[in-house]
C-alpha cells in the first residue's frame, strides 16, 4: 500500500522547513518500518523505490515546484530509473534519504537519491522526472522560468552516458528469443 500518512508527514514536516534552492540537497529521516520490510526482513526494492519518493516530496516543497503544480494544475511523472542496491535496510534503522537535481536537459529532470544508514550508503537511485500538464511534458526551461531559476545544472557524464544507454533500448519491448 501506498504511504500516503508517510507523506502526509514528509510533506507537513517540508513546509516547517528553510526553502532552498533546485541546486541544494535535500536530506530528511525517517525509519524503516516492519510494514516496508519483506520475508527477508528489509525493506525490498521496490518499496525503497516508494520511499525515495519523499525525499522528492520533500525538495518539491522547499523548492516552491509543489506550489507552482497546483497553482498552474501540473503534475509529476516517473519516466525512467536505475537503482543500486548495496547494503540492507532493516526495520526500525533510521534512514537518511538525500536528494538532489542531478541534471536538466529540455524535457527531463534528472534526480539522483540516496539512502544512507549509520553513515553509510545502503542505495543510490537515479529518475528520469518530468512536470506534466494536459497534453504531455511541460518543457523545463519553462517551469525553471516560472520558479525564478537562472542557475544552470550541468549534466555530469555518467546522467549522460545513463540517459543514452536507456535510450537504446527497444520500445515498446520486443521478446528477446
Not at 502526509?8 to 530528511?28: N, V
Not at 506550489?67 to 535496510?89: C, D, H, P
Amino acid at each position: 500500500m501506498y504511504p500516503f500518512i508517510r507523506t502526509a508527514i514528509t510533506l507537513f514536516k517540508a513546509r516547517r522547513q528553510p526553502s532552498m534552492g533546485i541546486g541544494d540537497t535535500s536530506s530528511i529521516r525517517f525509519r524503516a518500518m516492519p510494514w516496508d520490510c519483506d520475508i527477508f526482513l528489509e525493506v525490498n526494492n521496490g518499496r525503497q523505490l516508494t520511499l525515495f519518493e519523499q525525499g522528492r516530496w520533500d525538495l518539491a516543497v522547499r523548492t516552491g515546484l509543489t506550489r507552482l503544480l497546483r497553482n498552474q494544475g501540473w503534475g509529476l511523472v516517473v519516466a525512467g530509473s536505475s537503482v543500486r542496491y548495496r547494503r540492507r535496510i532493516r526495520p526500525w534503522d533510521q534512514i537518511e534519504c538525500r536528494t538532489q537535481v542531478a541534471a536538466v536537459d529540455e524535457r527531463w529532470f534528472y534526480m539522483s537519491q540516496s539512502f544512507w544508514v549509520d553513515g553509510q550508503p545502503c542505495s543510490h537511485a537515479l529518475f528520469r522526472t518530468a512536470v506534466t500538464r494536459k497534453g504531455g511534458t511541460v518543457p523545463c526551461q519553462e517551469v525553471l522560468d516560472a520558479l525564478g531559476v537562472t542557475q544552470q545544472i550541468p549534466t555530469p557524464d555518467w546522467v549522460r552516458a545513463w540517459d543514452e544507454s536507456d535510450h537504446q533500448r527497444p520500445w515498446p519491448p520486443q521478446e528477446l528469443l
